[in-house]
């Protein structure tokens, strides 16, 4: 069957997002009995899984004592690519740039809460710790400490509406400040460490709220797709950050509009049928189009 290919890459992006690709034809074409198909991808897994403004999911809640006084506060992450362990090193620079860290006897830093993988019952797991009334033996307190309360307290987070879903927890959901009186989910230590799972409320998380990326074409009326412009659904099968390879076994070809085109513009969209924003733009995609009536003609001999 005879058909062409149209490469579209980093040159045909429009956007800052790069989300967007326009292929401009040399001089205006016209496609009356058309298909087209994805042939092949080359990128990067590469979009964000935190965007305070696309997902809206950036935030959590922080309550602690500082200089006898309970200061109720955001974690507020930058927009980003983030694992679980990247979720809690930015709670470690957070803890560090606000004072509430410790540094033991051999030079290590103490944090007061963390998060972290249970691969054992597949969940995310909440841990805090008791912030002692006074500095323990040869520890140090550093210069911006948040001083000491007058009673040992853990730091109490607030699960935000949309960063719960990541991490699989209800939102609002609160670690208690006095774990040894919290009657609730989760368990306390005699030491008052709180403990947590994602799987104590049934939920299950999911930190790439976006784990496909839809391909949309405008030029096209995919009567079983909505909206109708998708051709393709990429499902990345490698590590965040590593290439991804993609090319089906067997294309999938969708009818053109009848007309005259200047242009194609594909986009690159969420679950949400949103634009995502694409980290890497090293990008290749691969489009074939075809002449449906040229090939049946070659196929019937004429």
Do not use: C
């Given at each position: ?63 602690y004592y500082s ?38 006897d051999v030079g ?127 499902t990345p099968a ?65």
């Open positions: 069957m005879s058909s062409a290919t149209i490469v579209l890459n980093s040159s045909n992006i429009v956007n800052t997002e790069n989300n967007t690709f326009v292929y401009k034809f040399p001089n205006s074409v016209q496609f009356p009995n058309h298909q087209i198909a994805l042939q092949s991808v080359s990128m990067y897994y590469s979009w964000e899984n935190i965007n305070n403004t696309t997902l809206n999911n950036s935030s959590l809640g922080i309550s200089n006898n006084a309970l200061i109720t506060t955001k974690i507020v992450f930058p927009n980003g690519l983030y694992e679980v362990t990247d979720l809690n090193n930015y709670f470690q620079f957070w803890s560090i740039e606000n004072g509430l860290y410790l540094i033991d290590n830093y103490v944090y007061f809460f963390e998060i972290m993988v249970n691969p054992t019952y597949y969940a995310i797991q909440i841990n805090t710790y008791p912030i002692p009334t006074s500095l323990p033996p040869d520890y140090t307190a550093p210069s911006n400490w948040i001083g000491f309360y007058t009673s040992t307290y853990n730091p109490q987070l607030t699960i935000l509406s949309n960063f719960n879903n990541l991490i699989g927890f209800p939102a609002n959901f609160q670690t208690p400040l006095n774990p040894s009186s919290y009657t609730g989910l989760g368990n306390s230590t005699e030491e008052e460490t709180y403990s947590v799972l994602s799987s104590d409320f049934g939920l299950t998380p999911n930190v790439q709220p976006n784990s496909n990326i839809l391909f949309s074409i405008s030029n096209i009326n995919n009567k079983y797709a909505n909206p109708s412009s998708i051709i393709y659904s990429l490698v590590a965040i950050g590593a290439q991804i390879i993609e090319k089906p076994p067997q294309f999938s070809y969708n009818r053109l509009l009848a007309g005259t085109y200047n242009e194609i513009r594909l986009q690159l969209l969420g679950y949400d049928m949103k634009p995502l924003t694409i980290l890497d733009k090293n990008i290749v995609i691969l489009l074939s189009i075809r002449d449906v009536k040229e090939d049946i003609n070659i196929l019937s001999g004429k």
